[in-house]
């Protein structure tokens, strides 16, 4: 007796469980029948009583009607969501899950859906990720909510308000939650008031269009208190948008300090009117191109590192060519700007045309690796990551050049040879082989410019043309040979475009900026920083 009570007690509890188990199951059923049967307005009651049941399988039930894989099986009429593999579709259980074998679609009949009804499953299906254990899901079923404002989900956002602990998502819940209220015509005015101040914190544009909506539809306090709300969003957004136009022209303006500080050393130190320099930055694409080609087809896991591996590779190859344009054209051209103008011109020709007959004339494929793909929030600023890896290696490649010209022999002859030529030769300095290294610094940087362009840009033997012209405006506007000059002239000719493209233009806001440089090196030749020496007295 002693051991029978228990044991008839765990009999009794095993046999609650089996019906209590059964009565969920007979439950479940009868609301996926609902589904499949009655007019528009009964389909989306039951939508909602099966959102609404906290069974366990609502989830994957309605994400299958959504996708439009919820069938009835004709030959014993069970609910089951099928998934296609290969000419006919797996089949699972809707009510249990379990595997049920598979069919062809003629054996089965597709629970339809409008796109009334869509909608519904879409707001059902984010009432339920709101209790997911998943934190980014919770956030994102309550950003849906917030964008849908559906009434339905009020009860079940509640019921996780109630037990969310982190204080982003509660906050976002409470945004969705003031939403709803706001969506909601008979919402008491001092609910819609508290609701207005907090959707007007979040200030986005979606709370902007909830606010103007509801100071449209409404009148009295609340009308005043959205249409405020509303003005004050829209001074928010446009500080943002002025934050956006200021980190687009950083962006701008670092690839233009890329594509213009290899001239400046050029220019600078050997007076050297260097035409073919884009041609450096194109050549620095291709061999990026190449690094790529070779690596998918030899070494795919390599990818990721493909632009690393390019950069060394772009610098000698951009600097030897260089190089041997120093060595070849422009030593005998010396003291003779616009024959350096006409020569090198020519060479950009050719190389434009080597390049079109090596790889032909259409634009060529540079992928991005995955930690230069995407984007993140700011506050309301977008930043993506691959604009903001090249700001990063533009200020490098800056202070990397900075630190050589000041802390290495070859940086204390340039500074010499760009000070006082004829002084720097009559103490012992070899001009002519600081010329041939100057010319290959430059270029070789301009080929590191290549591989970050070709990451924006498409890789293409015109790609050099776009950024020349900008070049030397960057460089005559910072200062002939003046680094800090050339970084300060790049971006703000990079933020005043960005700025002045929304009201003029691409086209007309270069044209604006290129008449700006004329008055401005009118009152000043030597552009903001001139370099000071005895041969530029």
Known sequence: ????????????????????????????????????????????????????????RAAPILEALGAGQLYIRTSDKLAVIGKVDGNRLALSEAISGKPA??????????????????????????????????????????DALFKRRDATALAALDQALAVEKDPRIKRTMSEARAAIVLATADSPPAQKLAAIALVRDRADRDSLGILKTVAAASDGEVKTAAAAAADSIEQTLAAWQMAQNVWYGISLGSVLLLAAIGLAITFGTMGVINMAHGEMVMLGAYTTFVVQDVIRTSAPHLFDVSLIIALPLAFVVS?????????????????????????????????????????????????????????????????????????????IVFASLILLLRKTPLGLYMRAVTQNRPMAAAVGIRTPRVDALTFGLGSGIAGLAGVALSQIDNVSPNLGQGYIIDSFMVVVFGGVGNLFGTLIGALTLGVVNKFLEPYAGAVLGKILVLVFIIMFIQRRPRGLFALKGRSVE
């Open 101 to 142: 074998g598979s069919a062809v679609e003629a054996d089965l009949e597709r629970v339809r859906v409008n796109n009334r009804l869509r909608g519904t499953i879409e707001a059902a299906v984010g009432s339920l990720t709101l209790m997911s254990p998943n934190a980014r899901v919770r956030l994102s079923a309550a």
């Open 1 to 56: 007796m002693l051991f029978h009570r228990p044991f008839s007690a765990l009999l009794s509890v095993l046999a609650s469980l089996a019906l209590a188990g059964t009565a969920l199951a007979a439950d479940l059923t009868a609301l996926v029948g609902n589904l499949t049967s009655g007019g528009l307005g009964e389909r989306e009651a039951a939508i909602t009583a099966l959102a609404t049941s906290g069974e366990e």
């Open 319 to 395: 600097g030897a060519i260089g190089i041997l344009i120093e060595r070849t054209i422009i030593r005998f051209l010396y003291g003779r700007p616009l024959d350096t103008l006409l020569a090198t011109w020519g060479l950009s020709l050719v190389l434009q045309q080597a390049v079109r007959s090596i790889f032909g004339s259409s634009n060529r494929e540079v992928g991005a690796p995955s930690w230069m793909s995407g984007a993140f929030q700011l506050g309301q600023l977008n930043i993506t990551y691959g604009r903001l890896w090249i700001v990063v290696f533009a200020l």
